[in-house]
């Protein structure tokens, strides 16, 4: 690990100022990710500013029956709120189903949705990766490709996003509140938050440099059964081959979005219509315009099946 320069944070518009003034600075919250990827020296920091002390570990119901998350609040504390597991139930799902027990107590709402892809050419520093080296090319694209992108990727890039929350909350329709570097707020729907990789994949997100998430809004709740399928090599510690965040009204309205098989939660809500009339011409409606490689072409019927499983117990 190099060396690097540290401080605590007071307020939010104090540590976006503070980050946005240092190239080469870093926002520190649980750390579960970015001090792995320090450790590779994958990240290199100069200067870590903490923001732990700040006063965003809330969950507080807004005036339009919604609900709005601090970015701070841990996921273990989120999946547990009983408004979260009563009325956004493939939230408490989702987070479940990601990472350890350990990691959860330790790991955020903002750092989870900032979380970086677990591509294994990304982490490997002798291997050729535009994410983490632009300009380098891919060696994913001719390589080991079982675990990428199917939809969404480029000639640059077929990492995926690896998170479980962020596609529950893209079938709720979440809004992602920040803090800019100039102390203004603005509001993101988690639609736009993550960015699809085209020639810039080292760039995850559309958050400028120094702009600081401080909460996360649910709308009202949507009513009908919620799931949550997660697809795995193994049951437990391990990122989606494909996994499924979907919602089912009581009269067969479907909202799903996928993980696992693009650079972010995918959910194409032109589709969502046909699910309850013909689930397979929704899941190709879904799936157009993908880009499989031979190793993981298998992952776009995996996704058909999830959807079919979810449909399925939403039946029983």
């Known amino acids: 690990m190099r060396s690097f320069s540290y401080e605590r944070a007071q307020t939010p518009e104090q540590a976006a100022a503070t980050v946005a003034g240092k190239p080469g600075a870093k926002f520190l919250a649980g750390g579960t990710n970015l001090l792995d990827l320090m450790k590779l020296e994958i990240e290199s920091p100069t200067h870590l500013v903490d923001v732990q002390d700040l006063d965003l570990d809330r969950i507080e119901e807004t005036d339009d029956g919604g609900v709005r998350i601090g970015a701070l609040v841990s996921n273990t504390a989120l999946a547990a709120h009983r408004k979260i597991r009563t009325d956004y139930g493939v939230l408490t799902r989702a987070i479940v189903a990601g990472a350890s027990g350990q990691l959860r107590n330790k790991a955020t709402t903002a750092g989870n949705l900032l979380q970086r892809t677990r591509c294994p050419y990304f982490y490997d520093s002798n291997m050729a990766c535009n994410k983490r080296k632009p300009g380098s090319g891919c060696a994913a694209i001719a390589g080991f490709s079982r675990q990428l992108g199917v939809i969404g990727t480029s000639d640059s890039c077929i990492a995926t996003y690896p998170g479980d929350m962020a596609v529950a909350l893209r079938v709720l329709d979440a809004t992602i509140e920040t803090v800019t570097p100039d102390g203004a707020k603005r509001s993101i729907a988690i639609a736009d938050f993550h960015r699809l990789p085209g020639s810039s994949p080292e760039r995850d997100n559309v958050l400028e440099h ?59 809500e032109a589709a969502e219509e046909a699910i309850s009339k013909d689930r397979k011409a929704a899941t190709a409606q879904i799936f157009s315009g993908a880009r499989p490689t031979e190793e993981n072409a298998f992952k776009i019927s995996l996704a058909d099946r999830a959807l079919a499983a979810v449909i399925a117990e939403a039946r029983s």
């Open 210 to 268: 120094g702009e600081l998430i401080t909460h996360v809004t649910l709308p009202k709740p949507i009513e009908g059964r919620h799931f949550y399928y997660k697809i795995r090599d193994r049951a437990s510690y391990a990122f989606a081959l494909v996994s499924a965040a979907g919602i089912i009204a009581p009269n067969g309205a479907t909202r799903v979005a996928f993980g696992g098989v693009a650079p972010k939660p995918w959910r194409v």
